[in-house]
T-cell receptor, first 111, second 114 residues
Framework: KAGVTQTPRYLIKTRGQQVTLSCSPI?????VSWYQQTPGQGLQFLFE???????NKGNFPGRFSGRQFSNSRSEMNVSTLELGDSALYLC??????????FGPGTRLTVT | AQKVTQAQTEISVVEKEDVTLDCVYE???????LFWYKQPPSGELVFLIR??????QNEISGRYSWNFQKSTSSFNFTITASQVVDSAVYFC???????????FGTGTSLTVIP
């Protein structure tokens, strides 16, 4: 089976812009979770989608949003980018709610 | 509230030494799941093991072994005869039984010196 894929792998944006990141889960996995990883804060949970519905949400401002499509692919959007949004964004998919399998991540740099 | 603590921020060992990575967790749930992930320099987290709260049996997989002790809320990870390829950041994580949210520790950066 193909693993979790994320696009793009690298992204450079300017403060105030918005960005959309994409994640394709492992075939058959219906749950997709998003994490933000920074050196100072570690891995922080953003949200989880299951069957096109947001099932869990972390403690992030409303500028961070996401959605999931009928084919389980997911996108996350960050509006009005801030310098502090620079991070590695990781997507993970799972089946039956057990171990999560992670993608390679999208490294976002905000200048 | 769920919490995972990895007190060791960085560890350096010489190749072939054994090393243990500590993980302490907090949860009020009676059913929960514990995980270890490896993050090599490439950035992708690699799943290593899952342990259910009702299964305290320790596990060995090659050079890797895990010691789960509910009495001390610990889930420690030992690498025997470490190799340079083991150099990575290792994360311990907890998932409760009410949702699919994972709680990660802050990670332990392991450097194996040749």
């Amino acid at each position: 089976k193909a693993g979790v894929t994320q696009t793009p792998r690298y992204l450079i944006k300017t403060r105030g812009q918005q960005v959309t990141l994409s994640c394709s889960p492992i075939s058959g996995h219906r749950s997709v979770s998003w994490y933000q990883q920074t050196p100072g804060q570690g891995l922080q949970f953003l949200f989880e989608y299951f069957s096109e519905t947001q099932r869990n949400k972390g403690n992030f401002p409303g500028r961070f949003s996401g959605r999931q499509f009928s084919n389980s692919r997911s996108e996350m959007n960050v509006s009005t980018l801030e310098l502090g949004d620079s991070a590695l964004y990781l997507c993970a998919s799972s089946s039956q709610g057990f171990e999560q399998y992670f993608g390679p991540g999208t490294r976002l740099t905000v200048t | 509230a769920q919490k995972v603590t990895q007190a060791q921020t960085e560890i350096s060992v010489v190749e072939k030494e054994d090393v243990t990575l500590d993980c302490v967790y907090e949860t009020r749930d009676t059913t929960y799941y514990l995980f270890w992930y490896k993050q090599p320099p490439s950035g992708e987290l690699v799943f290593l093991i899952r342990r259910n709260s009702f299964d305290e049996q320790n596990e060995i997989s090659g050079r890797y072994s895990w010691n789960f002790q509910k009495s001390t809320s610990s889930f420690n990870f030992t690498i025997t005869a470490s190799q340079v390829v083991d150099s990575a950041v290792y994360f311990c994580a907890l998932k409760d039984n009410t949702g699919n949210q994972f709680y990660f520790g802050t990670g332990t950066s392991l450097t194996v010196i040749p």
